[in-house]
């Protein structure tokens, strides 16, 4: 009997994590339908800030809000930017690779200063001074931290680029007479995009931290919208005032975590798999 590859387990870990914050992300629409999110007081009755109980699995924070539904909720921000920011990623930095790859010459060679240049700063210090710019918002928010994965994007799809356009297949396809636009999409692209998933869940992952940093320190998304990094905020704002409000900071703290985690399993078993079949061929 053929036991599972580290990859696999690494996987199917990775899948289940990430699965279990998805059907929170889904749950958190019909919290807000029932209002458990808005208007504590008036849905709830909560206490502020008391610890958790059998009533309140996660206690409730400053302004009454049940910590278990704002923690479920948060997946669901935490989904719409980590999703928004990598389809805005790939719709820049993809493209730009692949022309970048292909064309060469001047072109090249100030896409790839201006990339490395933004690959060099860190991911929270770049996203914290677009946010400043933008301002706060769900979209504002997957802008911010988007221009800090394009350089990502960018410089793995050019470095495939350059090395599969001296395939025989393109230089056929330019003998023929193929223009520019066609050698990309139809034969350079299937071919370049494969390692976009491993990207992805590695890119996500390090969102995700990104995200509750901008949270933390107040920007990126409103702070009357259940987000982790506000969340781990409010913990240290009551410190300040002689209170200890431990719990607004552990589950927040280790649904970040956990998510973070899964998604770099599921990224890190794609890496293994990819590598495996490079290593068979």
Known sequence: ?????????????????????????????????????????????????????????????????????????????????????????????????????????????????????????????????????????????AIALSVAYIPLYFRVIRNQTVSTKTEVYIEAAQAIGADTKTILIKYLAPNVIQSLPVIFTLNAADAILTLAGLGFLGLGIPEDVPEWGHDLKQALDALSTGENIWWTTVFPGLAITFMAIGLSLVGEGLTQRFSSKKTKN
Request: net charge neutral.
């Open 1 to 141: 009997m053929k036991l599972p590859s580290v990859s696999q387990n690494l996987m199917f870990i990775g899948c289940v994590i990430s699965a279990v914050f998805l059907l929170m992300a889904i749950a958190a629409p019909i919290l807000q339908a029932v209002g458990l999110l808005t208007n504590p007081s008036e849905f709830l009755s909560n206490p502020i800030h008391q610890p958790p109980s059998a009533q309140y699995w996660f206690g409730t924070d400053l302004q009454g809000h049940d910590v278990f539904t704002r923690t479920i909720a948060g997946a669901s921000v935490a989904w719409q930017v980590t999703i928004a920011s990598t389809v805005i990623s790939i719709a820049i930095g993809v493209p730009l690779g692949m022309i970048s790859g292909y064309k060469g010459g001047w072109l090249d060679r100030i896409l790839v200063f201006v990339m490395d240049a933004l690959y060099t700063l860190p991911s929270l210090l770049l996203s914290l001074t677009i946010a400043f710019v933008v301002g706060n918002g769900v979209i504002n928010a």
